[in-house]
Protein backbone atom coordinates (compact mmCIF):
# COMPACT_ATOMS: atom_id res chain seq x y z
CA UNK A 1 0.00 0.00 0.00
CA UNK A 2 0.82 3.26 -0.32
CA UNK A 3 1.27 6.12 1.59
CA UNK A 4 1.34 9.96 0.42
CA UNK A 5 1.57 12.60 3.18
CA UNK A 6 -0.19 15.92 1.93
CA UNK A 7 0.63 18.73 4.33
CA UNK A 8 -1.30 21.94 3.62
CA UNK A 9 -1.79 24.62 6.09
CA UNK A 10 -5.08 26.78 4.27
CA UNK A 11 -7.22 29.76 5.36
CA UNK A 12 -10.71 29.24 5.81
CA UNK A 13 -12.37 31.13 3.66
CA UNK A 14 -15.53 32.04 1.66
CA UNK A 15 -16.51 28.74 -0.30
CA UNK A 16 -17.34 30.95 -3.58
CA UNK A 17 -13.74 33.43 -3.61
CA UNK A 18 -11.93 29.68 -3.15
CA UNK A 19 -13.21 27.83 -5.59
CA UNK A 20 -13.19 30.87 -8.14
CA UNK A 21 -9.51 31.13 -7.36
CA UNK A 22 -6.98 30.03 -9.85
CA UNK A 23 -5.59 26.57 -10.13
CA UNK A 24 -2.14 26.49 -10.70
CA UNK A 25 -1.08 23.06 -11.33
CA UNK A 26 2.45 22.61 -9.43
CA UNK A 27 3.95 20.17 -6.83
CA UNK A 28 4.06 16.60 -7.46
CA UNK A 29 3.87 13.80 -5.09
CA UNK A 30 7.11 12.86 -3.26
CA UNK A 31 7.91 9.48 -3.08
CA UNK A 32 7.72 9.12 0.81
CA UNK A 33 5.91 12.14 1.60
CA UNK A 34 2.87 13.64 -0.68
CA UNK A 35 2.09 16.79 -1.04
CA UNK A 36 0.40 18.96 1.04
CA UNK A 37 -3.31 18.94 0.96
CA UNK A 38 -6.33 20.66 2.34
CA UNK A 39 -9.88 21.58 1.08
CA UNK A 40 -11.90 24.06 2.86
CA UNK A 41 -15.86 25.36 2.76
CA UNK A 42 -18.03 25.92 5.20
CA UNK A 43 -21.27 24.12 5.72
CA UNK A 44 -23.17 26.64 7.23
CA UNK A 45 -20.90 29.89 7.21
CA UNK A 46 -16.95 29.85 6.12
CA UNK A 47 -13.91 30.15 8.45
CA UNK A 48 -12.78 33.48 8.63
CA UNK A 49 -9.53 34.66 7.20
CA UNK A 50 -6.32 34.02 9.30
CA UNK A 51 -5.04 37.16 10.59
CA UNK A 52 -1.20 37.73 9.74
CA UNK A 53 0.06 37.13 12.98
CA UNK A 54 -2.66 34.22 14.16
CA UNK A 55 -1.49 32.11 16.55
CA UNK A 56 -1.12 28.60 15.22
CA UNK A 57 -2.47 25.53 17.28
CA UNK A 58 -1.51 21.55 16.62
CA UNK A 59 -1.80 20.42 13.39
CA UNK A 60 -5.26 18.36 12.38
CA UNK A 61 -5.21 15.45 10.36
CA UNK A 62 -7.41 13.64 7.72
CA UNK A 63 -7.25 10.61 6.45
CA UNK A 64 -7.91 10.22 3.05
CA UNK A 65 -7.66 6.60 1.33
CA UNK A 66 -9.36 6.19 -2.40
CA UNK A 67 -9.06 3.18 -4.80
CA UNK A 68 -5.70 4.50 -6.41
CA UNK A 69 -4.81 1.02 -7.54
CA UNK A 70 -7.24 -1.57 -8.25
CA UNK A 71 -10.63 -2.88 -10.36
CA UNK A 72 -11.99 0.48 -8.79
CA UNK A 73 -9.34 2.77 -9.85
CA UNK A 74 -11.39 4.55 -12.26
CA UNK A 75 -13.49 5.80 -9.68
CA UNK A 76 -10.80 6.50 -6.93
CA UNK A 77 -8.03 7.97 -9.54
CA UNK A 78 -10.60 11.55 -9.95
CA UNK A 79 -10.99 11.51 -6.10
CA UNK A 80 -7.15 11.00 -5.59
CA UNK A 81 -6.67 13.60 -8.52
CA UNK A 82 -9.09 16.04 -7.04
CA UNK A 83 -7.31 16.03 -3.14
CA UNK A 84 -4.17 16.65 -5.14
CA UNK A 85 -5.46 19.60 -6.74
CA UNK A 86 -7.31 21.03 -3.84
CA UNK A 87 -3.63 20.59 -2.10
CA UNK A 88 -2.35 22.67 -4.92
CA UNK A 89 -4.39 25.61 -4.33
CA UNK A 90 -3.96 25.92 -0.93
CA UNK A 91 -0.81 24.88 -0.32
CA UNK A 92 0.12 27.71 2.02
CA UNK A 93 -3.22 28.75 3.87
CA UNK A 94 -4.63 27.28 7.02
CA UNK A 95 -8.15 27.05 8.50
CA UNK A 96 -8.64 29.17 11.94
CA UNK A 97 -11.01 27.83 14.55
CA UNK A 98 -13.52 30.03 16.36
CA UNK A 99 -11.28 30.89 18.71
CA UNK A 100 -9.10 32.41 16.04
CA UNK A 101 -6.59 29.54 16.33
CA UNK A 102 -4.98 29.18 12.62
CA UNK A 103 -4.43 25.26 12.66
CA UNK A 104 -2.56 23.03 9.79
CA UNK A 105 -4.07 20.71 8.47
CA UNK A 106 -2.27 17.84 6.78
CA UNK A 107 -4.37 15.51 4.45
CA UNK A 108 -2.96 11.74 4.87
CA UNK A 109 -3.45 9.65 2.09
CA UNK A 110 -3.52 6.07 1.78
CA UNK A 111 -4.81 3.91 -1.43
CA UNK A 112 -7.28 1.04 -0.79
CA UNK A 113 -6.40 -0.69 -3.61
CA UNK A 114 -10.02 -1.29 -4.27
CA UNK A 115 -9.52 -4.28 -1.66
CA UNK A 116 -11.50 -4.60 1.61
CA UNK A 117 -8.64 -6.13 4.03
CA UNK A 118 -6.24 -3.27 2.66
CA UNK A 119 -8.96 -0.70 3.15
CA UNK A 120 -9.31 -1.75 7.20
CA UNK A 121 -5.12 -2.53 7.62
CA UNK A 122 -5.19 1.91 6.32
CA UNK A 123 -7.95 3.05 7.79
CA UNK A 124 -6.42 1.87 11.32
CA UNK A 125 -2.86 2.78 10.76
CA UNK A 126 -4.48 6.42 10.30
CA UNK A 127 -6.54 5.75 13.53
CA UNK A 128 -4.09 4.34 15.50
CA UNK A 129 -0.62 5.32 14.38
CA UNK A 130 -1.34 8.79 12.38
CA UNK A 131 -4.20 9.87 15.10
CA UNK A 132 -6.57 11.36 12.60
CA UNK A 133 -9.55 13.50 13.63
CA UNK A 134 -11.60 12.50 10.35
CA UNK A 135 -11.41 9.58 8.23
CA UNK A 136 -12.33 10.04 4.33
CA UNK A 137 -12.71 6.79 2.48
CA UNK A 138 -13.79 4.20 0.46
CA UNK A 139 -14.00 4.69 -3.71
CA UNK A 140 -16.53 1.68 -3.74
CA UNK A 141 -19.66 0.34 -1.59
CA UNK A 142 -17.67 -3.40 -0.72
CA UNK A 143 -15.06 -1.42 0.36
CA UNK A 144 -16.61 1.49 2.38
CA UNK A 145 -18.68 -1.35 4.50
CA UNK A 146 -15.22 -2.81 5.85
CA UNK A 147 -14.20 0.17 7.26
CA UNK A 148 -17.84 0.93 9.05
CA UNK A 149 -17.12 -0.83 12.12
CA UNK A 150 -13.72 -0.02 12.12
CA UNK A 151 -14.31 3.77 12.39
CA UNK A 152 -17.27 3.00 14.42
CA UNK A 153 -15.49 1.21 17.17
CA UNK A 154 -12.86 3.80 17.32
CA UNK A 155 -15.43 6.69 17.40
CA UNK A 156 -13.72 8.59 14.25
CA UNK A 157 -16.23 10.22 11.94
CA UNK A 158 -16.22 8.54 8.67
CA UNK A 159 -17.60 9.98 5.28
CA UNK A 160 -17.38 7.08 2.21
CA UNK A 161 -17.52 8.02 -1.55
CA UNK A 162 -19.73 5.31 -2.35
CA UNK A 163 -23.04 4.64 -3.12
CA UNK A 164 -24.91 2.02 -0.90
CA UNK A 165 -27.33 3.06 1.62
CA UNK A 166 -26.48 0.59 3.82
CA UNK A 167 -23.32 2.59 4.11
CA UNK A 168 -25.16 5.09 6.23
CA UNK A 169 -27.66 3.07 6.97
CA UNK A 170 -28.14 -0.49 8.85
CA UNK A 171 -29.72 -2.27 6.14
CA UNK A 172 -31.80 -4.73 9.03
CA UNK A 173 -33.18 -1.69 11.18
CA UNK A 174 -32.74 1.38 9.49
CA UNK A 175 -30.99 2.94 12.26
CA UNK A 176 -28.78 5.71 11.05
CA UNK A 177 -24.52 4.69 11.75
CA UNK A 178 -23.93 7.63 14.45
CA UNK A 179 -20.12 7.97 13.00
CA UNK A 180 -20.84 7.27 9.08
CA UNK A 181 -21.10 10.14 6.07
CA UNK A 182 -21.30 9.55 2.89
CA UNK A 183 -21.73 12.09 -0.74
CA UNK A 184 -22.33 9.59 -3.67
CA UNK A 185 -26.00 9.46 -5.11
CA UNK A 186 -27.37 6.29 -3.76
CA UNK A 187 -28.65 3.45 -5.74
CA UNK A 188 -31.97 4.33 -5.42
CA UNK A 189 -32.53 7.36 -6.53
CA UNK A 190 -30.59 5.94 -9.90
CA UNK A 191 -33.04 3.21 -9.86
CA UNK A 192 -35.79 5.97 -10.12
CA UNK A 193 -34.79 7.85 -13.01
CA UNK A 194 -33.76 4.25 -14.96
CA UNK A 195 -37.67 3.44 -14.21
CA UNK A 196 -38.95 6.82 -15.38
CA UNK A 197 -37.10 6.41 -18.70
CA UNK A 198 -38.21 2.96 -18.98
CA UNK A 199 -41.88 3.60 -18.80
CA UNK A 200 -41.32 7.21 -20.94
CA UNK A 201 -40.23 4.57 -23.63
CA UNK A 202 -43.34 2.85 -23.50
CA UNK A 203 -41.32 -0.57 -22.12
CA UNK A 204 -42.52 -2.62 -19.25
CA UNK A 205 -40.16 -5.58 -19.07
CA UNK A 206 -36.83 -5.22 -18.58
CA UNK A 207 -33.32 -7.77 -17.72
CA UNK A 208 -30.77 -6.68 -14.96
CA UNK A 209 -27.68 -7.56 -15.20
CA UNK A 210 -25.26 -6.75 -12.57
CA UNK A 211 -21.96 -7.08 -11.14
CA UNK A 212 -21.41 -9.63 -8.03
CA UNK A 213 -20.14 -6.56 -5.78
CA UNK A 214 -21.34 -3.98 -2.66
CA UNK A 215 -22.23 -1.50 -5.78
CA UNK A 216 -24.04 -4.19 -8.17
CA UNK A 217 -25.77 -6.19 -5.16
CA UNK A 218 -27.19 -2.91 -4.22
CA UNK A 219 -28.22 -1.58 -8.02
CA UNK A 220 -30.10 -4.91 -8.11
CA UNK A 221 -32.17 -4.58 -5.00
CA UNK A 222 -32.60 -0.96 -5.43
CA UNK A 223 -34.15 -1.58 -9.21
CA UNK A 224 -36.05 -4.66 -7.69
CA UNK A 225 -37.99 -1.66 -5.93
CA UNK A 226 -37.89 1.10 -7.78
CA UNK A 227 -38.88 -1.01 -10.76
CA UNK A 228 -42.24 -2.53 -8.79
CA UNK A 229 -43.10 0.75 -7.94
CA UNK A 230 -43.34 1.84 -11.33
CA UNK A 231 -45.07 -1.42 -12.73
CA UNK A 232 -41.65 -2.10 -14.24
CA UNK A 233 -41.22 -6.50 -14.39
CA UNK A 234 -38.00 -7.83 -13.94
CA UNK A 235 -38.13 -10.72 -16.52
CA UNK A 236 -34.94 -11.97 -15.78
CA UNK A 237 -31.98 -10.97 -13.42
CA UNK A 238 -28.15 -12.41 -13.27
CA UNK A 239 -24.97 -11.35 -11.76
CA UNK A 240 -21.45 -12.01 -12.89
CA UNK A 241 -18.00 -11.99 -11.56
CA UNK A 242 -15.98 -8.29 -11.94
CA UNK A 243 -12.87 -9.89 -13.89
CA UNK A 244 -15.39 -12.12 -16.21
CA UNK A 245 -14.72 -11.66 -19.96
CA UNK A 246 -17.14 -14.65 -21.01
CA UNK A 247 -20.87 -14.05 -19.89
CA UNK A 248 -23.31 -17.16 -20.40
CA UNK A 249 -25.36 -15.60 -18.03
CA UNK A 250 -26.57 -13.15 -21.17
CA UNK A 251 -27.57 -16.10 -23.19
CA UNK A 252 -31.39 -15.86 -21.32
CA UNK A 253 -31.45 -12.34 -22.17
CA UNK A 254 -32.57 -13.33 -25.55
CA UNK A 255 -35.27 -15.93 -24.31
CA UNK A 256 -36.90 -13.37 -21.74
CA UNK A 257 -37.93 -11.21 -24.35
CA UNK A 258 -37.01 -8.22 -22.23
CA UNK A 259 -37.16 -5.07 -24.11
CA UNK A 260 -33.87 -3.23 -22.43
CA UNK A 261 -31.10 -4.51 -20.48
CA UNK A 262 -30.31 -2.60 -17.06
CA UNK A 263 -26.69 -2.94 -16.22
CA UNK A 264 -25.19 -2.61 -12.51
CA UNK A 265 -21.46 -2.45 -12.61
CA UNK A 266 -18.81 0.48 -12.54
CA UNK A 267 -15.96 0.30 -14.97
CA UNK A 268 -14.21 -1.51 -16.15
CA UNK A 269 -17.03 -4.50 -15.64
CA UNK A 270 -19.57 -2.17 -16.48
CA UNK A 271 -17.90 -1.93 -20.00
CA UNK A 272 -16.33 -5.13 -20.67
CA UNK A 273 -20.47 -6.98 -19.96
CA UNK A 274 -21.65 -4.34 -22.64
CA UNK A 275 -19.74 -4.65 -25.35
CA UNK A 276 -20.88 -8.77 -24.72
CA UNK A 277 -24.39 -7.73 -24.43
CA UNK A 278 -24.42 -5.60 -27.56
CA UNK A 279 -22.41 -8.15 -29.62
CA UNK A 280 -24.96 -11.06 -28.96
CA UNK A 281 -27.90 -8.59 -28.75
CA UNK A 282 -27.03 -5.57 -31.01
CA UNK A 283 -30.59 -3.77 -31.20
CA UNK A 284 -31.56 -3.86 -27.29
CA UNK A 285 -31.23 -0.62 -25.66
CA UNK A 286 -29.04 -0.73 -22.34
CA UNK A 287 -29.29 1.62 -19.77
CA UNK A 288 -26.57 2.00 -16.72
CA UNK A 289 -26.39 3.32 -13.59
CA UNK A 290 -24.32 6.29 -11.87
CA UNK A 291 -21.57 4.02 -11.50
CA UNK A 292 -20.38 4.77 -14.69
CA UNK A 293 -20.42 8.50 -15.05
CA UNK A 294 -16.62 8.72 -16.02
CA UNK A 295 -15.13 9.13 -19.76
CA UNK A 296 -13.15 5.90 -19.37
CA UNK A 297 -16.69 3.81 -18.96
CA UNK A 298 -16.81 4.90 -22.86
CA UNK A 299 -14.03 4.28 -23.80
CA UNK A 300 -12.98 0.71 -22.45
CA UNK A 301 -16.28 0.06 -24.67
CA UNK A 302 -15.34 2.39 -28.04
CA UNK A 303 -17.37 5.01 -29.20
CA UNK A 304 -19.12 2.78 -31.65
CA UNK A 305 -20.30 0.17 -28.84
CA UNK A 306 -21.34 2.78 -26.18
CA UNK A 307 -23.34 5.12 -28.75
CA UNK A 308 -27.31 5.83 -27.56
CA UNK A 309 -26.73 4.19 -24.16
CA UNK A 310 -28.00 6.47 -20.90
CA UNK A 311 -27.74 6.76 -17.39
CA UNK A 312 -28.45 9.29 -14.55
CA UNK A 313 -25.04 10.77 -13.53
CA UNK A 314 -24.46 13.71 -11.18
CA UNK A 315 -24.69 17.52 -12.87
CA UNK A 316 -21.22 17.48 -12.97
CA UNK A 317 -21.00 15.69 -16.02
CA UNK A 318 -23.33 18.58 -18.01
CA UNK A 319 -22.24 21.41 -15.74
CA UNK A 320 -22.29 24.11 -18.51
CA UNK A 321 -25.93 23.23 -19.25
CA UNK A 322 -27.42 23.93 -15.92
CA UNK A 323 -30.08 26.72 -15.96
CA UNK A 324 -28.03 30.02 -13.78
CA UNK A 325 -30.69 29.59 -11.03
CA UNK A 326 -29.34 26.01 -10.03
CA UNK A 327 -27.53 26.23 -6.68
CA UNK A 328 -25.10 23.93 -7.76
CA UNK A 329 -24.39 25.75 -10.78
CA UNK A 330 -21.77 28.25 -9.71
CA UNK A 331 -19.58 25.68 -8.01
CA UNK A 332 -20.06 22.67 -10.17
CA UNK A 333 -18.70 24.71 -13.16
CA UNK A 334 -15.89 26.00 -11.31
CA UNK A 335 -14.80 22.65 -10.18
CA UNK A 336 -15.38 20.92 -13.32
CA UNK A 337 -13.29 24.47 -15.32
CA UNK A 338 -9.99 23.34 -12.20
CA UNK A 339 -10.57 19.78 -12.55
CA UNK A 340 -9.80 19.82 -16.63
CA UNK A 341 -7.24 22.48 -16.16
CA UNK A 342 -5.54 20.08 -13.57
CA UNK A 343 -5.29 16.76 -14.85
CA UNK A 344 -6.17 17.84 -18.45
CA UNK A 345 -9.25 15.16 -18.42
CA UNK A 346 -12.86 15.56 -18.74
CA UNK A 347 -14.67 16.08 -15.39
CA UNK A 348 -16.53 12.96 -13.81
CA UNK A 349 -18.55 12.62 -10.73
CA UNK A 350 -16.44 10.66 -8.56
CA UNK A 351 -13.66 13.50 -8.17
CA UNK A 352 -17.28 15.46 -6.92
CA UNK A 353 -17.70 12.66 -4.39
CA UNK A 354 -14.07 13.04 -2.65
CA UNK A 355 -14.53 17.10 -2.92
CA UNK A 356 -17.56 16.82 -1.26
CA UNK A 357 -16.10 14.58 1.20
CA UNK A 358 -13.16 16.56 1.70
CA UNK A 359 -14.80 19.80 2.29
CA UNK A 360 -17.53 18.35 4.59
CA UNK A 361 -14.51 17.40 6.42
CA UNK A 362 -12.46 20.21 6.70
CA UNK A 363 -15.46 22.88 7.62
CA UNK A 364 -16.12 20.44 10.30
CA UNK A 365 -12.51 20.62 11.71
CA UNK A 366 -12.95 25.10 11.60
CA UNK A 367 -15.18 24.45 14.11
CA UNK A 368 -13.13 23.23 16.82
CA UNK A 369 -11.88 24.90 19.29
CA UNK A 370 -7.69 24.72 20.27
CA UNK A 371 -6.70 22.56 23.01
CA UNK A 372 -8.93 19.95 23.08
CA UNK A 373 -7.74 16.39 23.60
CA UNK A 374 -8.32 13.73 20.55
CA UNK A 375 -11.35 12.20 21.44
CA UNK A 376 -13.11 14.85 21.67
CA UNK A 377 -12.20 16.65 18.46
CA UNK A 378 -13.19 13.44 16.92
CA UNK A 379 -16.64 13.45 18.58
CA UNK A 380 -16.89 17.48 17.68
CA UNK A 381 -15.83 16.99 13.82
CA UNK A 382 -18.87 14.04 13.48
CA UNK A 383 -20.98 16.16 15.83
CA UNK A 384 -20.12 19.44 13.25
CA UNK A 385 -21.12 17.55 10.05
CA UNK A 386 -24.11 15.86 11.58
CA UNK A 387 -25.97 19.43 12.69
CA UNK A 388 -23.63 22.09 10.67
CA UNK A 389 -25.15 21.05 7.23
CA UNK A 390 -27.92 22.40 5.79
CA UNK A 391 -28.53 24.14 2.12
CA UNK A 392 -24.65 23.22 1.98
CA UNK A 393 -24.40 23.32 -2.21
CA UNK A 394 -21.40 20.60 -3.26
CA UNK A 395 -20.83 18.72 -6.24
CA UNK A 396 -23.37 15.86 -5.88
CA UNK A 397 -26.17 17.85 -4.76
CA UNK A 398 -27.13 20.02 -1.81
CA UNK A 399 -26.96 19.17 1.59
CA UNK A 400 -29.25 18.97 4.50
CA UNK A 401 -27.75 16.41 6.99
CA UNK A 402 -28.98 15.62 10.28
CA UNK A 403 -29.09 12.93 12.88
CA UNK A 404 -31.93 11.33 11.11
CA UNK A 405 -30.00 11.47 7.72
CA UNK A 406 -26.47 11.16 6.97
CA UNK A 407 -26.44 11.42 3.53
CA UNK A 408 -29.42 13.69 2.31
CA UNK A 409 -29.13 13.73 -1.51
CA UNK A 410 -32.25 13.24 -3.67
CA UNK A 411 -33.65 11.89 -6.86
CA UNK A 412 -33.34 15.57 -8.26
CA UNK A 413 -29.63 15.07 -7.29
CA UNK A 414 -28.91 13.47 -10.66
CA UNK A 415 -29.63 14.53 -14.19
CA UNK A 416 -30.22 11.86 -17.27
CA UNK A 417 -27.19 11.37 -19.49
CA UNK A 418 -26.50 9.80 -22.95
CA UNK A 419 -23.68 8.75 -25.30
CA UNK A 420 -23.66 10.43 -28.42
CA UNK A 421 -20.36 10.91 -30.86
CA UNK A 422 -18.28 9.35 -27.90
CA UNK A 423 -19.07 11.85 -25.04
CA UNK A 424 -21.98 11.97 -22.61
CA UNK A 425 -24.71 14.69 -22.91
CA UNK A 426 -27.12 16.28 -21.13
CA UNK A 427 -30.41 13.89 -22.10
CA UNK A 428 -33.85 15.67 -20.86
CA UNK A 429 -37.06 13.96 -20.00
CA UNK A 430 -39.02 16.11 -23.09
CA UNK A 431 -36.49 14.42 -25.36
CA UNK A 432 -36.48 10.55 -24.53
CA UNK A 433 -39.68 9.44 -26.43
CA UNK A 434 -38.69 11.41 -29.51
Not at 181 to 192: I, P, R, V
Not at 383 to 411: C, Q, R
Request: aromatic fraction near 8%; charged fraction near 20%.
Amino acid sequence: MNKNRLFVTFCGVVLVALLLAACQPAATEAPTAAPTEAPTEAPTEAPTAAPTEAPVGETYKIGFAPAITGPGASLGDPEHQTGKMLAEKLMTEGVVGPDGVMHPVEIIIYDTETNPDVAVSVVRKMIEEDKVQVVVAGTTSGVSMAIVPIATEAGVAYISMASAGAIVNDPETGAVREWVFKTAQDNYASAKWQADYITAMGWTSVCHIYQNSGYGNDTFKQATTAFEEAGITIAYSAAFESAATEFPELAEVGTSRCQAVVVGAIPPASSTVSVAIREQYPDIPIIHGHGTCNQDHIDLMGSDVAEGMVSPCGKVMVADTLPDDDPQKEIVTQYAADYTAFTGKPVNTFGGHGWDALMLAVNALATLPDGQDLATQRAGVRDAIENGVTGWPGISGVYNLSAEDHFSLDYLSLVFVKVVDGKWVYYPQEEWAK
